[in-house]
């Protein structure tokens, strides 16, 4: 992949560096996309139909399970070289923030401690009534698992369709947005608010926008540098011209 010396220049310079990647970025770790067909049992579902308020309500146990089968997929997986090179990237930029809309924890276990989770994490767990979190439960149970302190149901600690964003982690995300200097949408489709607008935010903002998919997404007629094709080849390549050599 060639960089133009412009663009190399700007990153050299630039000290607020934002990055808000999707599911793209574990794709070459061998997870799904949010948007990709499921596998398997779960081939007949939508995962924008399992991941609502109003599928828990309406059949706790399918979700429940829907979630024990991520967590498993999720637990064989590592990181790959696009998380890898986020995490390189952190230590060149003053002020780098990550934003992620991923679940996974791959970005934390490559490394980037100072992680903004707008959708959650599916390791952790909590409870559906009280919020208290628990470190154990059992996956394999015939009903769903309940909450030790208050007897409510138990459920993963994301973001569901119909569910607000954690407010500080938005808010965090927000901030970085507006005061960026180049702002990074890494895999992702951009179709799901509030996060699809942060990359508007900082184009508002005067922030230079980079974008890196595999395919066009509605962001891309905005973006000053497009780069097409996978994150896992296209962004260690990056950090090493710009910030290695
Ligand atoms: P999507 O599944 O909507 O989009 C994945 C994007 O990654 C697509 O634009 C692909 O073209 C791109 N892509 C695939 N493989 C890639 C690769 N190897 N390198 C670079 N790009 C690649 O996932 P998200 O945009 O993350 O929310 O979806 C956003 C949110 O929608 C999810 O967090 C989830 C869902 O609703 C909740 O669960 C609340």
């Known amino acids: 992949m060639n ?13 607020k560096l934002v990055a808000l990647t999707g599911a793209g970025v574990s794709q070459e770790s061998g997870l799904r996309t949010f948007r990709d067909a499921q596998t398997g049992l779960w081939a007949q579902y939508k995962p924008a139909e399992l991941a609502s308020t109003e599928a828990f309500r309406r059949d706790p146990k399918l979700v429940w399970d829907w ?6 997929a999720v637990k064989g997986v590592r990181p790959n070289p696009g998380h890898y090179a986020l995490a390189q990237l952190a230590k060149h930029v003053p002020e780098f923030r990550l934003i992620t809309q991923n679940v996974d924890g791959l970005h934390h276990m490559a490394g980037n401690q100072r992680l903004i ?10 409870c559906a009534d009280c919020y208290t979190f628990t470190e154990t439960w059992g996956d394999d149970t015939e009903s769903v698992p309940q909450c030790s302190v208050c007897g409510g149901l138990l459920r993963p600690d994301v973001v569901w369709f119909g569910e607000s964003l954690p407010r500080d982690q938005l808010e965090a ?20 608010q509030p996060a699809a607008s942060l990359a508007l935010a900082a184009h508002n903002h005067g922030a230079v926008i980079v974008e890196i998919n595999a395919e066009p997404t509605p962001l891309t007629p905005k973006a000053d540098f497009v780069f097409q094709g996978k994150s896992g080849e296209i962004l260690p390549e990056l950090v090493k011209v710009v910030w290695v050599e």
């Open 3 to 15: 960089f133009a010396p412009e663009f190399i220049s700007l990153l050299r310079e630039t000290s």
């Open 67 to 72: 979630y024990a089968w991520r967590r498993e």
């Open 117 to 126: 989770e707008l959708h959650g994490n599916i390791q952790r767990v909590r």
């Open 173 to 192: 995300a927000v901030e970085a947005a507006r005061t960026c200097g180049v702002f990074f949408s890494i895999g992702t489709s951009g179709v799901v």
